[in-house]
C-alpha cells in the first residue's frame, strides 16, 4: 500500500461524501488544485484506499419488499479463544 492519506486526499473525500456527483472540475477548483491532481488522487485512494462509489437505492420507493439478515461469525481464532 502507498503512503497514507494527506491533507488533499482528506479534502477530496469530504467533498465527495457531501456530493459525490459534483465534477471534478469544480472540485478542483474549490480546493485549489488541478483537476489532474484530483483525478490521479481519486484513482489512488480507489487502488490502495479501498474507496468505493456506491448507489444506496430505497426499494421501497421502486415498489419493492426487502429483508434484512444480520449473522455473527467467528473464525477458528475466536473460536480457539473461548476454548483456552
Known amino acids: 500500500m502507498g503512503p497514507g492519506l494527506d491533507d488533499t486526499d482528506l479534502?477530496?473525500?469530504d467533498a465527495?461524501?457531501?456530493d459525490v456527483r459534483t465534477p471534478l472540475v469544480r472540485?478542483?477548483?474549490d480546493l485549489g488544485v488541478s483537476d489532474t491532481t484530483v483525478r490521479a488522487r481519486i484513482h489512488r485512494l480507489i487502488r490502495h484506499f479501498g474507496v468505493k462509489?456506491?448507489?444506496d437505492v430505497d426499494p421501497e420507493v421502486?415498489?419493492?419488499?426487502?429483508?434484512?439478515?444480520?449473522?455473527r461469525v467467528?473464525?477458528?481464532a475466536a473460536i480457539h479463544?473461548?476454548?483456552s
Open 11 to 13: 479534502r477530496i473525500l
Open 16 to 18: 465527495l461524501h457531501g
Open 27 to 29: 472540485l478542483a477548483r
Open 53 to 55: 462509489f456506491v448507489v
Open 62 to 71: 421502486l415498489g419493492l419488499s426487502y429483508s434484512f439478515l444480520a449473522a
Open 74 to 76: 467467528q473464525g477458528p
Open 81 to 83: 479463544r473461548t476454548r
